[in-house]
């Protein structure tokens, strides 16, 4: 079946440092948003990516849509300790169905 | 966080007993979700909703119902709860004209199934 992975499950960097996390669908995909979920909280939604190729920024946040619109990734520059917290992409395929990928749980040390 | 309030908050149950989540909207938006969150699975589907009385299949929809009486409210039901459903349960609502846009979710709710 149609599958969204995430990679890597888990990172631990320390505050200031970069981090990306990496979203890849077994099928193309018709848009692609971003969620974060701070510990014990619910998912939030970050971003939403529509066009091939697409690249937004928020402040220390990137976002790619890759060509084939099969990918997609999230950098943050200079994490800070307010960056903790599991971001989720979710991809919408051409059945017009969202499916979650497993998270990236983020831990940024001091 | 878009009017979105999950009743209980959490709850303590035993197997077999029937137990119903409810997810309230004060925004009048049209569709509403229901996930369940467990570790290395991200969030899942159960059930949607695209209006009063409307509503279909998630991935996950086994074991659980949906009814949706008022545009506001949308509840979940587990007939027989068994521990497999022990988990932490998300409503949503999107905006726009199509299924799953922009999704904006309720605090959880933390289910122990005993």
């Known amino acids: 079946g149609q599958q969204v992975m995430q990679i890597p499950q888990y990172q631990h960097v320390q505050e200031g440092e970069d981090f990306t996390t990496y979203c890849n669908s077994s099928?193309?995909?018709?848009?692609i948003q971003w969620y974060k979920q701070r510990p014990g909280g619910h998912p939030v939604f970050l971003i939403q990516?529509?066009?091939?190729?697409e690249v937004k920024k928020q402040k220390r946040l990137t976002f790619q849509f890759g060509e084939a619109k099969k990918n997609s990734s999230l950098h943050i520059t200079a994490t800070q300790t307010t960056d903790v917290g599991t971001y989720f992409c979710?991809?919408?395929?051409?059945?017009?169905?969202?499916?979650f990928g497993p998270g990236t749980s983020l831990s940024v040390i001091p | 966080d878009a009017g979105i309030t999950q009743s209980p908050r959490h709850k303590v149950t035993e197997t077999g007993t029937p137990v119903t989540l409810r997810c309230h909207q004060t925004?009048?938006?049209?569709?509403m979700y229901w996930y369940r969150q467990d570790p290395g699975h991200g969030l899942r589907l159960i059930h949607y909703?695209?209006?009063?009385?409307?509503?279909d299949k998630g991935e996950v929809s086994d074991g659980y119902s949906v009814s949706r009486s008022k545009t506001e409210d949308f509840l979940l039901t587990l007939e027989s709860a068994t521990s497999s459903q022990t988990s932490v349960y998300f409503c949503?609502?999107?905006?726009?004209?199509?299924?799953?846009?922009?999704?904006?979710f309720g605090p959880g709710t933390r289910l122990l199934v005993l």
């Open positions: 979710a991809g919408k395929t051409s059945y017009d169905k969202v499916i």
């Open positions: 925004e009048n938006h049209r569709y």
């Open positions: 949503a609502i999107s905006e726009g004209r199509l299924t799953q846009e922009t999704q904006y």
């Open positions: 909703s695209y209006g009063v009385k409307d509503t």
């Open positions: 990516l529509v066009k091939s190729g």
């Open positions: 099928t193309t995909l018709s848009n």
